[in-house]
């Protein structure tokens, strides 16, 4: 095996990890923080006052990570030094489970469920279905009473099933209609009306070891329990779930690592923030629009001995690439793709451009991306969508306004996005990384 091949199948099986162990934003976010602090970075808290040595570090909030690391020119930096800022989002469509949400129908236990983000609920029925996410339970030692914790179930606890053809035959002619109230409940059982009743909050209990009552409340989503492969007779394509936009984060974590082993001799910072909820607008205390990732950005410049002056020149240099899953031309809807930009699998990042600035890519960070990846050795692609489209957006342009940076717009090449299920190049998944670790520490 090459020396190429063997980095290519070693992405690859890092990709597949990662999305495995990521059912939740709150598990992605876990397991990048678990990859860099393996690599040495120091995971500090928000409440904690911000690091003055020279280091890696990383903090989250929620479902949101960011990480940085002052180390490559110590004590010499300057403290309005510009940044080098990596995006991305932790997030996914699912189908997530209302606050009150027991209730039965013809003899079945059902939950009640709310679609999160713009998913392909089609891709969602007559799948063996599992549970993850956070839960806040009662806890006399924790701050304010609260403590916080994770939980996944990768089991077959829940399903969707579809109506057979048989009692709605017009789907074949008209196609599959959902409602999403109606029916997209999922059933994990039978017996609730004849006396035995389960409840999704006690059940919840059990997983976490609380009583019931001691459950305050939870972020509970589904998850499809199929695991992440390599596909295709020469395994040059990876099927999961969660791609858009793991396949991202992953590599976003593999390029600051390898940032901060190979440091430029450039002024830099390197950044990575993965901000979760972009899927429904980022309008949160952890979205894109929050003060995240300007307040860290700030927080890093005031505890190097730097001023609220030091900060704007540092926002005036910087430069941020904002990461998303892209449309590969598909095959069986060709005529749905801009006829002059096609995208093609296994053929490298993708510069994701739209004039009415759905994406931020303006002339000057087109070329920062594009010397990164000439740098890298990587072939880079271009994607607009066709005109009589919409075209769909990401963390880019809200991050570009809060900051004032210059902002590049990229992702990767993907079939089915939104999908329960999607899949993408495993070549591109090492010249996403390359590419993304040669912006982060430009030559």
Known sequence: M??????????????????????????AVDSAAALLREAGFTEVAETDPTPTAPGHYVVRRGGSLLAWSTAAAGDARAPHTPYRVVGAHTDSPNLRIKPRPDWARAGWQMLGVEVYGGALTNSWLDRDLGLSGRVAVRDADAPGGVAQRLWRVDEPVLRVSQLAIHLDRSVRAEGLQLNDQAHLAPHWGLGLETGARRTFRGWLAEQVGVAAGDVLGYDAMTHDLTPARRIGPDGDLIASARLDN??????????LLHAVEQPTAQPWVPVVVLFDHEEVGSMSERGAQSTFLPAWLERIVLATGGTREDYLRALAGTVIASGDMA???????????????????????????????????????AAAFALACEQAGVPMQTFVTRSDLPCGSTVGPMTSAL??????????????????REICGTLDQAAYAAALAAFLAPA
């Open 246 to 255: 793991l396949a991202t984060s992953y590599a976003a974590v593999r390029a």
């Open 403 to 420: 900051t004032g940076a210059t902002t590049v717009d990229f992702g990767a090449p993907v079939l089915s996005m939104h999908s329960t």
């Open 327 to 365: 449309h590969a031309t598909h095959p069986n809807y060709a005529e749905r793709h801009e006829p002059e930009h096609p995208i093609l699998m296994n053929g490298g990042p993708v510069l994701k451009v739209n004039t009415n600035l759905r994406y931020a890519t303006d002339s000057l960070g």
């Open 2 to 27: 090459t020396d190429l091949a063997t980095h290519v199948t070693e992405v690859a099986a890092g990709l597949c990890s990662y999305l495995d162990a990521s059912p939740s934003p709150f598990h």
